[in-house]
């Protein structure tokens, strides 16, 4: 197994940040909306249900076959991934897996006591210039697994005590990761799915997944077309596409909901990373999530850019974010009336 890689290392950045509250020095301060506080008595995930009705096979049955043809994402490359054919995101219709372990590093509503379940699969559909994780996205370093193997993960997970499955990554290959869902349930999975992704789903995909994923965990890393095509392979649709996405998560799963403990057991928080120049487009995105799903949606903010992988050969963003930088980040979400709160 490789060591452990760190996807989003939740507070890296070191930055005082003045607030109505006081000063709240040596501490990354997420711009969020306080997650809903609810009842956990009676709750179940909601895929043990469509596996006891049979609904759960069919889903997997009409995911399957979109490897045979493969628009699992926005790109629809068209191959065969069932026979081994490999399309932009580098993997057959199989999976590989870089590491799973329970992570303590994502947000305090996901990792609670537990931590979180994480299973990092490896490449991904995006591929971004600036990959913090790209020996595992963009290499595809890991180990293949078959569909059972990941169920033992998942159950390994859950037996040391993590509160949810994190699924890192998961858009090209959820297909394979339902089927070990599937034999993870017979085997007494009864956790949260979190589907931690790039925001870069078909809604077609995602309305495959109501009912299978109790809290969706997206990225939405760029507003501006442009800079999405020239810093992410070509997708000049993904504002568009993140935005549609976004949408169909909110209404499938709401806003996120915490038990009394503040362990998050369903619904929706959207990760956005600042970049140099603001070429994520912070302000715009802010602005949208306000107008469109409303500021008590949660977001995070996040300030740990830092510029690797080919970063370095795009300028505008060959260096990390400056304080000034996350400070007007921050006060851009705060006038589109999302609270500052630190989780």
């Known amino acids: 197994m490789m060591s452990r890689p760190t996807r989003r290392e939740f507070g890296v950045e070191l930055i005082g940040i003045t607030l109505a509250g006081g000063v709240l020095a040596g501490c990354t301060v997420p711009a969020e909306a306080r997650p809903v506080t609810g009842s956990r008595k009676g709750w179940s995930p909601g895929y043990l249900h469509l596996e006891q009705t049979g609904e759960l096979a069919t889903r997997e049955a009409a995911l399957r076959a979109m490897y045979k043809s493969c628009r699992l994402c926005p790109r629809a490359c068209g191959v065969d991934r069932q026979h081994g054919e ?6 057959p219709g199989r999976l590989k897996i870089a590491s799973s372990h329970p992570h303590f590093g994502e947000e305090r509503p996901l990792v609670g006591r537990g931590g979180s379940g994480t299973i990092f699969f490896s490449h991904c559909n995006l591929l971004c210039e600036f990959c913090q994780n790209w020996p595992i996205n963009h290499r595809g370093d890991g180990v293949w697994h078959s569909d059972r193997d990941c169920a033992r993960l998942m159950i390994a997970l859950q037996d040391q005590g993590c509160h949810n499955i994190n699924l890192v990554t998961p858009s090209h290959c959820v297909p394979s990761i339902v089927s070990a869902l599937r034999v993870a349930i017979g085997r007494g999975l009864r956790l949260p799915l979190v589907y931690n992704c790039s925001g870069y789903e078909p809604v077609e995909v995602l309305r495959l997944l109501d009912g299978i994923v109790d809290i969706y965990l997206p ?47 369903r619904g929706l928080l959207v990760r956005h990373l600042v970049l140099p120049n603001n070429q994520a487009g912070t302000d715009r995105f802010v602005e949208w999530m306000a107008e469109d799903l409303g500021p008590d949606t949660s977001i995070n903010i996040m300030g740990q850019y830092r510029p690797e992988h080919r970063a370095s050969q795009f300028p505008e963003i060959a260096r990390r974010v400056t304080r000034a930088e996350y400070r007007q980040a921050l006060d851009w979400a705060r006038r589109a009336g999302f609270k500052t709160t630190s989780l």
């Not at 490999?86 to 993997?91: N, P, S, T």
């Not at 993904?238 to 503040?262: S, W």
């Open 219 to 265: 990225d939405f890393k760029f507003t501006d077309p442009e800079a999405a095509a020239r810093i992410a392979r070509g997708v000049s649709d993904y504002p568009q596409v993140a935005r549609a996405a976004i949408r169909e998560m909110h209404r499938q799963v709401g806003p996120l909901t915490v038990d009394e403990n503040g362990i998050a057991f």
């Open 86 to 91: 490999i399309g932009v995101c580098g993997l």
